[in-house]
């Protein structure tokens, strides 16, 4: 799988609150969690997020709440993968699970600004920062984990593997 | 490899993975004791799950509480609990607890007995870690593993690395399992422990009761953890009688290996807030200037057990809260609430001018019954201090113990238990 797109970069420990409030929990359909995104912290995002962007975090990305409203959400925005210098626990497997990739590659997340374009090959973890000629590594996904990644989610790997 | 010793967190996976042993990376798939969702997270899991197309692995060991927006707060969230409902009867679901009949989801399955010490529990719902206070392996995972979970009764899990936290000391009368974790987590960090579990020991555990415990479990996830979780020892098995009989105690080896050791004096802890908008940012009462405060919520997952409230309801009596201050009590289960009202800390909470409620989750992740307006600031006993987690974005919360809390509520700014008396 390859993606190629914009930039969205927010900071350290984004937290699943301000992903998806918990005030709009009251459904869980993926286009109306999508209209919410970040609003908390990114009031323009959910307004102009293209099809293909691809979100950028720091350290902790994800934590808090269980909620896998939010990955739903980043995915319904169009964002095809995320990139952080590391993931909180939970929603790293909710993303693997429903079929939101996620590449982790430390401290080099600093290097890529807001707005930078970004092609990332999700096989080989290689993200190619376009606008700034730099090149970032990710580990591969592990074991069986890749495995999930590869059928889309959970419930595909599940059913396939019954 | 030789075999090297493992910790009770490990013991315990790979004891349900049908293992003699597991390393810290390891990816196994372990049996589940029990798999658990509320009314948010359940009904994406039922989606997810009737994808699949087979039954429930085991209608008993299934657990839904609907909790969250609980008693249902408007047209959409009783659609949600309207799904739970309908899918725990057409499954018949033995643990299925309706609003009245129960009350939190983490302080109603210890205290019905549903979890035990050395189970597994996966919950689809974070601060599931909790159930590491009865020396069970219990965390937090997604709609979508519940959902699966419920055809297959496995889930699938990492094998952490464990921190140990080397607890020593003589609690003092002022100090609360709160007090404990919040220092915790001032000290690692809100990622100290990402990936890994916490693994309380020493001989300061003696001096943390049950409800200590279960505060200090809850939390870990806000320090990143996988998993918190105690020895079993005599208070354990006190607690348990009457509620589990049967259950298999799981101890660490002598020589298992922990990546990293943090010791926690409790003689030395003093009461103290974080700040937000991280759980992280520990201070001690009575080091920082005023901080007026327009809320106080005592209640939640973290804080709504009896020995809880006593202890709000010791700094309340005879007293009246502040003015200027809404304070809201909630019990976290029904028991709670008759044993609170049977020794008369309900009285003395509606004396001293609090709202008292039915259990729910509600103003704990800003869902209802205590939504914070711009500029507004609260203290809680909740979890999370995240921005907007309790209302408008620009509100503030601080989390502290239910002494804390209470003493707050008083003063009408942040404030001690010592400065109220």
């Known amino acids: 799988m390859k993606f190629e797109g914009k930039t969205w970069v927010y900071g350290d420990n984004i937290d699943t609150d301000v992903i998806i409030?918990?005030?709009?929990?009251?459904?869980?359909?993926?286009?109306?969690?999508?209209?919410?995104?970040?609003?908390?912290?990114?009031?323009?995002?959910a307004g102009n997020v293209k099809k293909g962007d691809?979100?950028?975090?720091?350290?902790?990305?994800?934590?808090?709440?269980?909620?896998?409203?939010?990955?739903?959400?980043?995915?319904?925005?169009?964002?095809?993968?995320?990139?952080?210098?590391?993931?909180?626990?939970?929603?790293?497997?909710?993303?693997?699970?429903?079929?939101?990739?996620?590449?982790?590659?430390?401290?080099?997340?600093?290097?890529?600004?807001?707005?930078?374009?970004?092609?990332?090959?999700?096989?080989?973890?290689?993200?190619?920062?376009?606008?700034?000629?730099?090149?970032?590594?990710?580990?591969p996904l592990p074991g069986f984990i890749q495995d999930i990644a590869a059928a889309g989610g959970l419930v595909n790997y599940v059913k396939e593997n019954a | 490899m030789t075999n090297m010793g493992m910790t009770m967190t490990q013991k315990i996976l790979a004891k349900h993975a049908?293992?003699?042993?597991?390393?810290?990376?390891?990816?196994?798939?372990?049996n589940l004791d029990r798999v658990l969702a509320n009314d948010i997270t359940a009904p994406p899991a039922i989606v997810e799950f009737r994808k699949i197309g087979k039954p429930v692995f085991d209608k008993d060991k299934i657990v839904l509480v609907?909790?969250?927006?609980?008693?249902?707060?408007?047209?959409?969230?009783?659609?949600?609990?309207?799904?739970?409902?309908d899918f725990a009867r057409e499954h018949h679901i033995t643990h299925y607890y309706e609003a009245g009949r129960a009350g939190i989801e983490h302080v109603i399955l210890p205290e019905k007995g549903i979890v035990g010490p050395g189970m597994l529990i996966a919950g689809a719902d974070s601060h599931t870690c909790t159930y590491g206070a009865l020396g069970a392996f219990a965390s937090g995972v997604g709609s979508t593993d519940m959902g699966v979970a419920m055809v297959t009764g496995k889930c699938w899990?990492?094998?952490?690395?464990?921190?140990?936290?080397?607890?020593t000391g003589k609690k003092p009368d002022d100090i609360t399992g709160k007090d404990v974790m919040l220092t915790l987590i001032g000290m690692i960090g809100v990622d100290g422990a990402l990936y890994k579990s916490l693994e309380f020991t020493g001989d300061g555990i003696s001096e943390l009761?049950?409800?200590?415990?279960?505060?200090?479990?809850?939390?870990?996830?806000?320090?990143?953890?996988?998993?918190?979780?105690?020895?079993?020892?005599?208070?354990?098995?006190?607690?348990?009688?009457?509620?589990?009989?049967?259950?298999?105690?799981?101890?660490?080896?002598?020589?298992?290996?922990?990546?990293?050791?943090?010791?926690?004096?409790?003689?030395?802890?003093?009461?103290?807030?974080?700040?937000?908008?991280?759980?992280g940012n520990t201070k001690v009462v009575g080091t920082f200037g005023d901080i007026k405060i327009d809320q106080v919520v005592i209640g939640s997952c973290t804080n709504g057990r009896l020995e809880d409230l006593k202890i709000a309801a010791s700094i309340m009596k005879g007293r009246r809260i502040h003015p200027d201050v809404r304070c809201i009590v909630i019990p976290g289960s029904q028991q709670v609430y008759k044993e609170a009202m049977k020794a008369g800390y309900i009285d003395t909470f509606i004396d001293a001018g609090c709202v008292v409620s039915t259990p729910t989750c509600g103003p704990?992740?800003?869902?209802?019954?205590?939504?914070?307006?711009?500029?507004?600031?609260?203290?809680?006993?909740?979890?999370?201090?995240?921005?907007?987690r309790m209302g408008h974005v620009d509100s503030e919360v601080y989390l502290a113990g239910p002494q804390v809390a209470a003493a707050t509520a008083i003063a009408g700014k942040i404030a001690a238990p010592k400065e109220v008396h």
């Not at chain 1, 995320?82 to 080099?108: S, T």
């Not at chain 2, 049908?18 to 372990?30: A, R, S, Y």
Request: glycine share 8%; hydrophobic share 40%; net charge negative.
């Open chain 1, 21 to 45: 409030p918990a005030r709009y929990l009251n459904t869980f359909d993926p286009k109306e969690l999508a209209s919410h995104c970040m609003v908390d912290i990114d009031k323009t995002f």
């Open chain 1, 54 to 139: 691809i979100m950028v975090g720091g350290w902790n990305f994800g934590c808090g709440s269980s909620r896998e409203h939010a990955p739903i959400a980043i995915k319904a925005s169009g964002v095809p993968v995320v990139i952080a210098a590391n993931f909180a626990r939970i929603f790293y497997r909710n993303a693997i699970n429903v079929g939101l990739p996620v590449l982790e590659i430390g401290d080099d997340v600093k290097k890529i600004r807001n707005g930078d374009r970004l092609k990332v090959d999700i096989s080989s973890g290689i993200i190619e920062d376009e606008t700034t000629g730099e090149t970032f590594h990710a580990a």
């Open chain 2, 18 to 30: 049908g293992m003699d042993f597991v390393k810290p990376g390891d990816l196994i798939t372990c």
């Open chain 2, 66 to 85: 609907p909790d969250h927006f609980i008693p249902n707060k408007d047209i959409k969230s009783a659609g949600l609990a309207k799904i739970v409902r």
């Open chain 2, 157 to 167: 899990f990492k094998v952490p690395d464990a921190i140990k936290v080397n607890i």
């Open chain 2, 209 to 279: 009761d049950m409800t200590d415990r279960f505060t200090i479990a809850n939390m870990a996830i806000e320090a990143g953890a996988k998993n918190g979780i105690f020895p079993v020892d005599e208070q354990t098995k006190a607690y348990e009688k009457g509620r589990v009989e049967h259950y298999e105690i799981f101890t660490a080896d002598p020589d298992a290996s922990y990546c990293r050791t943090v010791d926690i004096n409790l003689s030395e802890l003093k009461p103290v807030v974080a700040f937000p908008h991280l759980p």
């Open chain 2, 364 to 388: 704990c992740l800003g869902g209802y019954m205590g939504i914070l307006a711009a500029g507004e600031r609260c203290v809680s006993t909740t979890n999370r201090n995240f921005r907007g």
